[in-house]
């Protein structure tokens, strides 16, 4: 088993269970909103492809400068301009508040070796199927996105019980 350079430091009175427990809701939650999400506001989604395009566009340009705040800060921006495209006030403020709920493990999640340029990828893939307006290909990307963060947050959350 590799195991990574990144240590997870939990959220100050939160034990290891409520972490994992944390962000197995975000992964299960998340899949679900995305149906509704993408299925319902395809439309209003290509119409912010601008704002999403600059986005990732500055995410890659701060990845080769090697700058986790902003890269971190872009990610979290990126994720917000779908959730408030949406329409849904509600849907908005659910998605915000889980997103908001793991930001720290997200951004310890960042610095792991690979994940920027992976997570850079996967934004460059959901972009595209929000411009070419494919609901169906863009929830499955983002599914799988939420995904591969969630489990290797889980990963490297593990990794650290394993050594305190």
Do not use: W
């Amino acid at each position: 088993m590799v195991k990574h350079t990144v240590c997870f430091k939990l959220k100050k009175g939160e034990s290891a269970k409520e972490a994992v427990d944390l962000l197995k809701t975000m992964k299960g939650t998340g899949k679900i909103m995305d149906n509704i999400l993408f299925s319902e506001a395809i439309q209003e989604l290509s119409d912010a492809g601008i704002a999403l395009s600059e986005n990732v566009a500055l995410f890659e340009f701060y990845i080769q400068r090697q700058d986790t705040e902003h890269t971190e800060e872009l990610d979290t921006e990126f994720h917000r301009m779908i959730y408030e495209a949406c329409g849904s006030r509600t849907l908005e403020r659910i998605l915000t508040d889980l997103h908001s709920n793991t930001k720290a493990y997200r951004s310890q999640s960042l610095c792991v070796p690979g994940r920027l340029s992976k997570t850079l990828e996967e934004h460059k893939e959901i972009l595209n199927a929000i411009l070419t307006a494919n609901a169906e290909k863009a929830e499955k990307l983002t599914s799988a996105h939420i995904e591969r963060a969630m489990e290797n947050m889980l990963v490297v959350l593990a990794e650290n019980e394993e050594t305190t």
